[in-house]
DNA sequence: CTGAAAGCGCTTACAG
DNA sequence: CTGAAAGCGCTTACAG
């Protein structure tokens, strides 16, 4: 079977102790010669310390897991990009596990694979925690941490500034000067949701612009979400820009709006959330608020780790507009 | 700190041996009735089982990781969720490790943490891994198995069948009465491009077709290989179809035939090879070869736990051809 | 600088 | 039906 410390030991004729303190890196417990032969036997032997078995004693892991919502947005590849490679830098290895959306039992399977094997602590991917899997979450008593998605207040959690990202988009649109505005796609429950619409509000507010009912319309993010909206907004609606509130969705915005032989950006503006390399790949390119997503996986990780400290705080990464085809100046 | 069999044993007044017997499910070993009480007090206490340390002593483990390659081409989440139900019915948890393209030492360092923890076998996700790496794989005797890429013969794969592909797209766009046919956006080094142009040399060579050196376009199946390759063929090809390798890679043939202005189908058919989402949101919808790709990691799954007996043997999934807008038939 | 002893949480013969 | 003993591979005081 696989070579042990024993096996080492043996062939050293030394003890397993001092093999182990010399492979742990352990100071000043061996001289620099039984340090260097142990090392060249190990090498030789192909030997691979049990991770598992050390972490049962020290009761200590270096693995975190990410759970993530089988998502049918397009940007956690993005952020698991970020998650792993902080994660090499800080000697920490990724347990992913999904989960699917809106599945309260999906949540608590995952929850309680992570309860039973030894876990640093715990990153939660644009998940949307039932309030009695979030108990379960703190009856672990791990650390843990959203990511991109704020789970209201009571969480920590890394992600962009929702609220300014819709009071931004909105206020950018009304600098093209534009007057009737929408916003399409997000959830009206959660509270990335609300964030985006509260920030979009306030900057039609500021401007005093009035809104339409039928002008915010929910969904789920996808794709679908988009073209359905944009089946509301109708034909020839009185909207001269909507906020798509992620790629997905500005995409279906814009397919519809073309079925609908509406212009974009001439006779509509687009501005999508996000940013993913989606609005580079369809025509007319979409303008949009980009976050920055690797950052979000990467400071994760940091953030976790470092967590002691400073617990349930907000941690808002930057994000920036980037103008592409899909908005445009109103006369 | 977490509850263990001894604080169950202790409170249920009998030994610690019975209880991990009773959690365990053995047969035949207690009483109903003593069954009953530890079960109960388990579920008081909040007891989840130290799986580690389970394994530890089992010398099993039921960890499958999964190790994927941070890929530039968007069909690894479908196989992921595929590999992920498929291990939930059958009791397996999931080790996801990603690794850069083209990064041999990437690759190592991923096999090496494999090595350090009790896993019970390895999914290599679209992996083209080197000689050197390969080797490093086997020499950990786990069982394992490549998906989605069939990396030569000399390794249990499940994957579509590559040469099919490329033969059965060709075939597709000849009977659409194409005579000028070219491919695009694949790897030339990999099994899985050789074997589509292999495919696709068959398909022309049967219809006594020739082929222009040109019209073979290599690329890393990403967005702007496709790019790339529509600027090879040029603003006025004499290609009337060209088989996009990836959906990235079609995508970018039509922006490219877009900005040339040649009109797609009309003046030139692609045919693009995944069948992701992507096909549906750009316009006009891509035709496509659909692989299946959430099978792929379910049986992945399923064909990694049984593998005992088929060692290295080819798995191939069906797949078939979807026609949307962008293939038409010539007069 | 080196090692014997004890133990992490669990399971598996073995004996009753 | 129940339990004492030994051990999985490793580490941590403690003693020399």
Redesign the interface.
């Known amino acids: ?1 696989a070579v042990t410390i024993k096996d080492i030991a043996r062939s050293a004729q030394i003890s397993a102790v001092t093999v182990s303190r010399i492979l742990s890196n352990k100071q000043g417990h061996y001289s620099a010669a039984t340090a260097e032969k142990v090392r060249k036997i190990a090498q030789k032997m ?1 030997y ?6 050390a ?2 004693v020290t ?1 200590k892991s270096h693995v975190v897991a990410v759970i993530i919502s ?1 998502t049918k947005t ?1 940007f956690a ?1 993005k952020i ?2 970020g998650i ?1 490679q902080s994660a ?1 830098k800080y000697g920490y ?6 989960v699917e959306p809106n599945n309260p039992q999906s949540q608590t ?1 995952a929850l ?2 992570i ?4 876990i640093y602590g715990v990153l939660l991917l644009s998940l949307d925690l039932t309030a009695k899997n979030f108990r379960l979450l703190q ?1 672990t008593e791990l650390p843990y941490l959203f990511i991109s998605i704020g789970v209201s207040d009571k969480a920590s959690f890394i992600s962009s500034n929702d609220f300014q990202i819709g009071y931004q988009a909105t206020s950018f649109l009304i600098a093209k000067g534009h007057t009737k505005i929408g916003i399409a796609g997000m959830t009206d429950d959660a509270y990335i949701g609300q964030q985006r619409v509260a920030g979009f509000k306030q900057a039609l507010r500021e401007s005093k612009l009035s809104i339409q009912d039928n002008w915010i319309q929910f969904g789920d993010f996808t ?1 679908e979400a988009g073209i359905k909206a944009m089946h509301e907004y109708g034909p020839n609606p009185e909207l001269t820009a909507v906020i798509g509130t992620s790629d ?1 969705v500005s ?2 915005l814009l ?1 519809a709006a ?1 079925d609908f032989n509406l212009a974009v950006p001439q006779r509509l503006s687009i501005l999508s959330i996000d940013g993913t ?2 609005t ?4 007319p390119q979409l303008s949009s608020i980009t976050q920055d997503f690797y950052q979000m996986g990467y400071q994760g990780v940091q953030t976790l780790i470092q967590q002691a400290n400073h617990k349930d705080k907000a941690h808002y990464l930057p994000f920036k507009i980037i103008e592409r085809g899909s908005t445009s100046q109103l006369p």
């Open positions: 079977m192909g691979h310390k049990n991770i598992a078995a972490e049962l009761r089988a397009n590849e698991v990009e792993e090499i290895n990724i347990v992913l596990l999904t399977r309680k694979v309860l039973g094997r030894p009856a794709y997905l995409i279906g397919n073309n390399q989606l580079k790949i369809v025509r």
